[in-house]
């Protein structure tokens, strides 16, 4: 009999995924999207890995999903409905043949072939040091590149956003 | 972890519910340092506010439930409940009450990291400083969405400005500690406690303490940082439509949070558990916590508030780079050999 | 503890999820949300292979902290453009984002 805390934490994981696809209101399908993504962290957390779940938290829930519901609040129209969601039709249901086909032909390759048993080995915990070590040696040149990224990604970000002001800037720009 | 392995029988289940409900760590959460805890705690904060608040501008403050006013909180409580609870027409009420609850649990779940003794810790986690901050990250998405599911502009404009304020603080708080992550190598809150002590961290770590301090009074929302609850401009704030037993949730949710975050300064800054013998450790944890709470509250009785733009660019550029600063000072002070001080 | 096929089927299932999603919503936000339930279940293959790995290795954590990383900056970039096209074209049914002029 499978683990239940397992099982729960996948059933909210795919629950509020296709919760959050399938929503009416876009607001919903964001929050559905934020309890998926925490199902996620407690999965980690379930693996080991504690420090990536709580990045994990920080990160997706704390930020890109505050970004996200901000988004959705500035796209409306004056009616308050953004676009109606027809029915799926003829797309959605072969895009379900398509997904439920990909994702059966990636499961079976991968467990087929996969060079390692499939019962998980003793695991008394990987000390955080080895992460810092690892991130500080062999990959400080990957977490530079990173933090450049990131430096660009919010200059980008800001100047797709920004608004043309045609008159010049009055003096309450201080 | 439970594996259960086939069906269970009522006399199993029976048996595992009464192990779950003796076990320590159930009784821990839920009574001292846990709910109860941090419910009463709360609670008193609030009474402990309105006494220190009345001081500072030479009043008395409540003076006729119980002795000197302590039972004001629950009258308080208790005028909540029976109070109707009103929503307006188009205001999504599920959203509403799911989002106030969200908000109680949240404020709740940084206590189950604050130690209140040597090994005395809900859970003992060796990420529990990036846990509480995990924590209090997640607090802007869930007052955005009570003031967007309230439909009304001001509370969707206090939403959207407390979004912007706990957002901007939130790297300053997370750089303020670093230099103590450093001093001591772990995120462990009860190592970081056992470090100090030779020392509390707020000596070396001034500049760390004062931006943390900052960052904390702008992430409870008080003042001088209470613009999202600025009452001549915004009626309450994203709490504008809350009433009854939601408001009353909301509203200890604020407190809780409040008492949660001088619990953490205390165990950052301020040694913790650490003091005289003849008191026993989790006093001196509730002491010095109240202690802080206090500091805070005569801070909210004596400052003007700030201008929302100059909140933004304190938070986003000069905390950050007092933060820095910061960082740079302990770098200097352990290439001077001088963290054993710190080390157990 | 769980065999590593149960954690290959949940992270398949949740792609599966998130291809149905791309393919068939035409609100670009729920793109968005397509994507990141995809790198999210890259994520838990890594993070599940680094456990059952004999002896458990480092490296799937790097590579997630790196990929949780880099999903929230497309993500930010991606929120932009939808903004930016919203405010360009009135709309983000990506049905109807179909010219690339204006």
Request: hydrophobic share 60%; aromatic share 10%.
């Amino acid at each position: 009999m499978p683990d239940i805390v397992f099982l729960t934490l996948s059933g909210l994981v795919i629950v509020s995924a296709i919760f959050a696809l399938e929503a009416r209101e876009l607001i919903y399908g964001a929050v559905g999207l934020a309890f998926s993504l925490i199902g996620v962290a407690g999965l980690f957390i379930l693996l080991g890995a504690e420090y990536l779940a709580m990045f994990q938290v920080s990160v997706y829930v704390g930020a890109v999903v505050v970004l996200i519901l901000f988004t959705i609040m500035l796209v409306r129209r004056e009616s308050g409905r953004i676009v109606e969601e027809e029915e799926p039709g003829r797309l959605g249901r072969a895009g379900i043949l398509v997904a439920g086909l990909v994702a059966l032909a990636v499961a079976g390759a991968v467990i087929l072939v996969v060079p390692m048993s499939l019962e998980a080995p003793e695991f008394h915990g990987i000390p955080l040091r080895e992460l810092g070590r690892y991130l500080a040696s062999s990959y400080a040149v990957a977490l530079v590149i990173l933090g450049i990224l990131i430096g660009a990604t919010v200059v980008g970000g800001l100047t797709l956003v920004k608004v043309e002001r045609e008159e010049t800037n009055s003096g309450a720009a201080q | 972890m439970t594996c259960l392995q086939g069906l269970p029988t009522l006399q199993e289940i029976v048996n595992l519910v009464l192990r779950i409900i003796t076990s320590r760590t159930f009784l821990e959460v839920v009574f001292f340092p846990g709910f109860l805890n941090v419910m009463l705690s709360a609670a008193f904060l609030t009474w402990l506010e309105r006494k220190v608040i009345a001081r500072v501008q030479l009043r008395i403050g409540p003076l006729y439930a119980g002795i000197s006013g302590i039972l004001q909180p629950i009258a308080d409580g208790v005028k909540l409940m029976f109070k109707e609870t009103i929503f307006p027409e188009l205001a999504d009420t599920k959203l509403l009450m799911l989002c106030a609850l969200g908000l109680m649990l949240l404020a709740f779940a940084p206590a189950v990291a604050i130690p209140f003794g040597e090994g005395f810790v809900i859970a003992n986690m060796d990420v529990g400083l990036v846990y509480v901050f995990a924590v209090l990250s997640l607090f802007p998405s869930v007052i955005l969405l009570i003031g967007w599911a309230s439909n009304s502009k001001y509370p969707f404009l206090g939403g959207l400005r407390s979004l912007f304020q706990q957002v901007a603080y939130e790297i300053p708080m997370w750089l303020s500690v670093l230099g103590i992550v450093m001093l001591t190598g772990t995120l462990n809150l009860t190592k970081i406690v056992e470090a100090q002590q030779r020392l509390w961290f707020v000596v070396p770590q001034v500049l760390g303490f004062a931006v943390f301090f900052t960052a904390a009074l702008a992430e409870l929302e008080r003042t001088p940082f209470d613009l999202p609850e600025a009452e001549t401009e915004l009626v309450m704030g994203w709490m504008t439509e809350l009433s009854g037993v939601p408001f009353m949730i909301g509203f200890l949710a604020m407190y809780t949070k409040l008492y949660v975050m001088s619990a953490l300064i205390t165990t950052l800054f301020l040694g913790g558990w650490s003091g005289p013998g003849f008191v026993p450790q989790p006093v001196w944890v509730l002491l010095k916590t109240f202690l802080v709470a206090s500091v805070i509250v005569v801070i909210r009785g004596s400052f003007p508030r700030v201008r929302v733009d100059i909140l933004l660019k304190t938070g986003w550029t000069r905390l950050l780079l007092l933060a820095l600063v910061n960082i740079l000072v302990t770098v200097a002070l352990i290439s001077f050999g001088l963290d054993w001080v710190w080390r157990i | 503890m769980e065999p590593l096929s149960s954690y290959i089927i949940l992270s398949a299932a949740l792609l599966g999820i998130g291809i149905y999603g791309l393919v068939s919503k035409r609100n670009a936000i729920r793109l968005l949300f397509s994507v990141e339930l995809i790198v999210n279940a890259a994520n838990i293959n890594f993070v599940a292979f680094a456990r059952y790995s004999n002896p458990p290795m480092l490296t799937g954590w790097n590579i997630v902290f790196f990929s949780i990383a880099a999903a929230a900056m497309e993500a930010t970039v991606g929120l932009a453009l939808i903004l930016v096209a919203f405010r360009l074209n009135g709309t983000i049914d990506v049905r109807r984002l179909n010219r690339l002029r204006g």
